[in-house]
């Protein structure tokens, strides 16, 4: 996967999420989730999901609680170990999937990458990127990096990543006092104007998960999925 197509679509699922009802409303990784278990067509353990994401079974129990509380899917005990939960994903959740991957396919600007495809190869897309965990901050520093310019502002940073501006402003907070990005401004445009560019710790950092972004493999459509 290129590095433009997981910001292109990252980008339209974070606006997406803005205007689902709250109620309603999923993170990216319970969004692929609902794709993966749409894609297999099949129940899929909880240990199976936990693998798939890099993430701990409370994660997971967490994550899956909230998609059958919505009714997206149907948790069972499994029938040798009880503790072995298997997900199974319902009639809603697949109207969700499609919903959602719809809504994320029509979010995509004319010229950004994948703005020329269908819904159903956004499903399988998700359920690749769903392997790979990228915090806010993770984002913040990918959009600087993806930026032909050395430095961006806020207001920039919010538009490449279709997240809100707090949420932005909390992870450049986090990053500045790590070290990975340094703030300046730019007196060409105004001294209220505060621009973020990479330190060469933060260069450093998020070329490895770039390198993980390109390793990504999106399969083709199986006949089961969306």
Not at 28 to 40: D, G, M, P, S, T
Not at 191 to 201: C, K
């Amino acid at each position: 996967m290129e590095l433009r197509e997981y910001m292109s679509i990252r980008r339209s699922y974070n606006l997406v999420r803005r205007v689902v009802p709250a109620n309603r409303r999923l993170t990216f990784e319970e969004f692929a989730i609902l794709c993966r278990l749409n894609v297999k067509g099949a129940p899929v353990k909880t240990s199976e999901i936990a693998e798939y994401q890099s993430a701990l079974r409370p994660t997971i129990t967490h994550r899956t609680s909230h998609l059958a509380r919505l009714g997206f899917i149907k948790r069972d005990e499994g029938a040798i170990d009880r503790r072995n939960v298997v997900c199974i994903i319902t009639e809603k959740g697949v109207e969700a999937v499609e919903e959602l991957s719809k809504l994320t396919c029509a979010r995509i600007a004319p010229g950004q990458a994948l703005s020329r495809t269908s819904f159903e190869r956004i499903v399988m897309y998700v359920d690749a990127m769903g392997a790979l965990y990228c915090r806010a901050a993770d984002m913040v520093l990918l959009a600087i990096l993806d930026s032909p310019k050395d430095a961006l502002s806020i207001t920039e940073i919010v538009d490449a990543l279709g997240l809100l501006q707090p949420t932005v402003s909390m992870s450049l907070t986090a990053l500045a006092e790590s070290g990975l990005v340094q703030r300046k401004h730019d007196d060409a445009l105004s001294r209220r104007v505060t621009m973020v560019e990479l330190t060469p710790q933060g260069k450093t950092y998020i070329k490895e998960i770039v390198q993980q972004i390109e390793d990504i493999i999106v399969k083709r459509k199986s006949r089961t999925a969306v």
